[in-house]
C-alpha cells in the first residue's frame, strides 16, 4: 500500500491536535517554514495534521503561496 494512503488512514504515530489548533499555529508555522527554520522539528503535531487534512493542507499552502507573494519588509 502506498505509504501516503496509509498514512492518511491509520493516521501518523504523532498527536494530531486537529483543525482548530492547527489554525492558531499556522502563522508561526508559515513564519518559521518561509525564514528557513526546522519546522519539522518545531511543529511536528501541527505537520501530521496538514498531512492528514485536506482542508488545513490547502489553507496552509495558501497561506504560504500569499506570504511569498509579498514584498520582504523593510528595515525599520
Not at 491509520?10 to 486537529?18: E, M, Q, R, T, V
Not at 525564514?35 to 503535531?45: H, L, R, S, T, V
Request: hydrophobic share 35%; aromatic share 6%.
Amino acid at each position: 500500500m502506498n505509504e501516503n494512503i496509509r498514512s492518511r488512514l491509520l493516521g501518523s504515530g504523532s498527536d494530531d491536535p486537529g483543525c482548530e489548533a492547527c489554525f492558531e499555529m499556522l502563522d508561526e508555522y508559515a513564519e518559521v517554514l518561509l525564514q528557513g527554520g526546522d519546522a519539522a522539528k518545531q511543529f511536528p503535531e501541527l505537520i501530521a495534521h496538514i498531512e492528514s487534512c485536506p482542508a488545513c493542507r490547502e489553507d496552509t499552502e495558501g497561506l504560504i503561496a500569499f506570504l511569498r507573494s509579498q514584498p520582504p519588509d523593510e528595515p525599520k
